[in-house]
């Protein structure tokens, strides 16, 4: 079966100046209906791919494509089965809804839906076409072929389409070297605008470079270096660049991901002092908790170098940057609290000379904060926090000291507090009768 053909015209290859070379076309492959007849096989054993392939049985229209393809063929599980068709892409997805007894999701005026049932998502597409207003700018959209379809996309790994249904199941189209890419692990542009028309691929290159496993061809990673060098990233919205951002931050390997981004040069192309350093944020990570967030730890650790001063004015401008890349407000005040407290506490955690005065340091800041702290030098006085002292807690309440005869006001939190002193610097026992006593023997 022929693939690629007519997908890129003679001299569409992507080049870099500073390559030289352009990256040669490949003639056309010819590959065993095998690759495609494997994909249906491996989509049989998805959640929803028999329902799919049902569905797809009468027509030749549809067809999986993008990251399902790619993950299907590298015995991955894919994040979702992205589907596309020459029309009717939504009464397509109310149709397997039905069948799956959920409803579908439906854009009418984008040609899209998708269908979720448990963990199990399935994006459909009418084929378009897009052209570029404005490097950077949300493409223009308006239908297209398959062909066309595949030629938007932005690696080569991702514009393999395989037709689900109709008269030729199985049937494979892709962009030109997609396969060869796939096998060898390579990640390579369509062609040599991508980066420039679309910015945000400089960030999907190093999430895909380290969640594949995949080596960055060469004519690839000197276009990137162009567009970025050429300011490409100022081209985007910062929402669309914090989306980026919160994926690469949701990765598993999310660590890798950032040090993938920060060698490329990416994260200080968003802000000259976001910064990611491997090994701080390793000694973080490992000093986290299992109740910890590690996206937002690994965020504080981001936006550390923006509070080293510690200041409001400090805080505030680490903040303005979230909200422009749209962080969720929640995530954007824990992540900054945590890199605030982070500069302090590293400072002071190593001078408590008792574990109440630790106790009491560190009480209101977040884990992910005290983890920063910890592994910016006070490595042993956060792991002390975090794994013994925060837990402390006093089994008597206020109540017990009403009960006892101390008089309701201040009085009572006042020695609830200097109980639990005692009790974290040793001088109490554990138990209701010793915190007792020692609350009521306080002066
Ligand atoms: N795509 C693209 N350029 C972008 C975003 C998406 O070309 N800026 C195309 C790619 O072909 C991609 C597909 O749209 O495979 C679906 O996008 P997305 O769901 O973000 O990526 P997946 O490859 O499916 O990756 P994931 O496994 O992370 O979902």
């Not at 069948?99 to 597409?125: K, M, N, P, Q, S």
């Amino acid at each position: 079966m022929a693939v690629g053909g007519g997908l890129m015209e003679e001299g569409e290859a992507p080049s870099g100046e500073e390559t030289v070379e352009a990256i040669p076309q490949p003639p056309a492959a010819v590959l065993s209906n095998d690759v495609g007849a494997t994909v249906l096989e491996r989509l049989r054993q998805q959640p929803g791919g028999p329902e799919l392939l049902e569905l797809a049985e009468g027509r030749d229209d549809v067809e999986l494509v993008g990251g399902a393809v790619r993950d299907l063929l590298l015995e991955r599980t894919p994040r979702e089965l992205d589907v596309v068709a020459a029309a009717d892409a939504p009464a397509l997805a109310r149709t397997l809804a039905a069948r799956l007894g959920v409803e579908a999701t439906v854009h009418e005026r984008f040609g899209t839906a998708f269908v979720e049932r448990g963990d199990t998502r399935l994006d459909f597409a009418t084929c378009r076409a897009e052209s570029y207003p404005a490097p950077g700018a949300l493409p223009d959209v308006r239908a297209g072929t398959p062909v066309e379809d595949l030629r938007r996309r932005d690696f080569t790994v991702n514009a393999i389409a395989v037709v689900i249904g109709g008269a030729k199941p199985g049937e494979l189209r892709a962009a030109p070297r997609a396969l060869e890419d796939l096998r060898e692990g390579r990640l390579r542009v369509l062609h040599e605008r991508s980066f420039v028309e679309d910015p945000t691929r400089l960030l999907r290159l190093a999430r895909y470079q380290v969640r594949l496993g995949f080596a960055v061809e060469d004519g690839t990673a000197a276009l990137a270096r162009q567009a970025l060098s050429a300011g490409a990233l100022e081209t985007v919205s910062r929402a669309r660049v914090g989306t980026e951002l919160r994926l690469a931050l949701s990765e598993p390997q999310a660590p890798a991901v950032l040090e993938a981004m920060s060698e490329m040069g990416l994260l200080e192309a968003v802000h000259p002092r976001l910064r990611h350093e491997p090994p701080l944020a390793e000694r973080a990570l490992a000093l986290l908790p299992a109740d910890g967030s590690r996206r937002a730890l690994l965020l504080a650790a981001l936006v550390l170098p923006l509070v080293v001063r510690a200041d409001g004015q400090e805080e505030a401008e680490a903040r303005a940057l979230l909200d422009r890349l749209e962080f969720p407000h929640g995530e954007r005040d824990l992540a900054v609290r945590a890199a605030v407290a982070a500069v302090r506490l590293h400072r002071e955690l190593p001078t408590c000379e008792r574990p109440a005065e630790l106790y009491i340091l560190a009480a209101d800041v977040p884990i992910e904060g005290v983890a920063l702290a910890g592994a910016l030098g006070a490595a042993e006085a956060a792991r002390r926090w975090l794994n013994e002292l925060r837990h402390v807690q006093l089994e008597i309440t206020g109540a017990d000291l009403l009960a006892a005869g101390v008089p309701q006001g201040p009085e009572i939190g006042r020695r609830l507090r200097a109980a639990l002193r005692a009790r974290l610097d040793g001088e109490v026992a554990p138990g209701r009768e010793a915190e007792l006593a020692a609350a009521l023997e306080l002066q």
